[in-house]
Nanobody, 124 residues
């Protein structure tokens, strides 16, 4: 079982920025992919971005590419999400997760456990 602790969310005005952090503990693997998801009120959870074990390769959802940047500690279980130029439609609870790759289609796989997430609210 893997546990996740997400942090860094908050209330920010449109155009602002936030940096989210995620610490995964428990049954993790040094070569795993880490990624971020988000769930807006009344909507299904959606994939945001993921990053390879060594941080060299990334994959983003099309709507986030260019504004969001994912990073991680190499070989570690801490991931980050830098979010710039935030928009009200970015308001959601943001979650992280981890699993083996590949990066393509990673967000579509089944994840057995989730953390509490961190709330991001962007005001107009």
């Amino acid at each position: 079982q893997v546990q996740f602790v997400e942090s860094g969310g908050g209330l920010v005005q449109a155009g602002g920025f936030l940096r989210l952090s995620c610490q995964a503990t428990g049954r993790t693997f040094s070569d795993n992919v880490m990624g971020w998801f988000r769930q807006a009120p009344g909507k299904e959870r959606e994939f945001v971005a993921c990053i390879s074990w060594n941080g060299r390769n990334t994959n983003y959802a099309a709507s986030m590419k260019g504004r969001f940047t994912i990073s991680r500690d190499s070989y570690g279980n801490t991931a980050y999400l830098q979010m710039n130029e935030l928009k009200p439609q970015d308001t959601a609870v943001y979650y992280c997760n981890t699993a083996l790759g590949p990066l393509v289609g990673w967000g579509d796989r089944h994840f057995p456990s989730w953390g509490q997430g961190t709330q991001v609210t962007v005001s107009a």
